[in-house]
């Protein structure tokens, strides 16, 4: 999975100014509505910062949430899915900057709200907040892997809990899902869900540093 391609998004935005905007209808479900909602997303930040410079982690970190959200919507992660929205908020950036997309913003909150939590909270469970956050990282520092000239310290204290964090829960994953590697990895996908619905990605993730980043406890 990619991020949005920024170089070419912001072309597709400042073209945008040319011409008569039409109105846009966010879709009702599915890839194309998380995909809309992440190009929104990109375009309200690409409006407050040069459009030669990085985005901000926060906004890729929203934008891929889209993704993870509707990867996740069965209960479990799947990242054929986080690839599909991936591709298509590259094929509907420019439809969707021609357009109204301003108009969408609520549209993108009331439909996914847990992109606007304001409070991020781990699970109370040791075990649970360690394999979430372990895997939330790993979603992460994939999706942003080309990318780290931009964001490298964040990646890298990232990858440094993760390493650490997953080689702490070795235990309790055995305990939980036992030795068949099947049910590991379901337990790992239904982690990355439950994460997702916890808030803003980045917000997550400093809880998770804050919490295993050096003595998982």
């Known amino acids: ?6 170089a070419a998004f912001s072309a597709a935005l400042l073209l945008s100014s ?3 905007p039409k109105p ?14 992440g190009v929104v997303a990109a375009a309200e930040a690409r409006l407050k910062t040069d459009v030669k410079a990085p985005l901000p982690l926060e906004t890729q970190g929203r934008i891929l ?3 993870l959200l509707e990867a996740s919507s069965g209960g479990e992660f799947d990242a054929e899915s986080a690839g599909n929205v ?5 094929a509907l950036q420019e439809q969707v900057t021609k357009g109204k997309w301003q108009a969408l913003g609520p549209a993108c909150a009331s439909a996914y709200p847990e ?17 979430g956050c372990v895997e939330l990282a790993n979603f992460l520092t994939k999706a942003l892997a080309n990318q780290e000239v931009n964001y490298g310290n964040e990646l890298a204290a990232w990858n440094r809990m993760r390493r650490e964090t ?9 305990s939980r899902a036992g030795s068949d590697l099947a049910a590991q990895q379901r337990l790992r996908r239904k982690a990355v869900a439950e994460a997702a619905r916890l808030g803003p990605p980045v917000a997550v993730m400093e809880q998770c540093v804050k919490r295993f980043g050096s003595n998982p406890s």
Not at 24 to 37: H, M, N, S, V, W
């Open 86 to 90: 991936s591709r298509r908020m590259n």
């Open 166 to 174: 997953n080689d702490a829960m070795a235990a309790g994953l055995t």
């Open 24 to 37: 846009l209808e966010l879709p009702q479900q599915g890839p194309d509505r998380a995909a809309t909602c």
């Open 65 to 67: 949430h889209y993704a």
């Open 18 to 20: 040319c011409g008569a």
């Open 115 to 131: 992109t606007r939590a304001k409070k991020v909270e781990l699970p109370a469970g040791r075990f649970e907040a360690q394999v």
């Open 1 to 6: 999975m990619v991020a949005i391609r920024s």
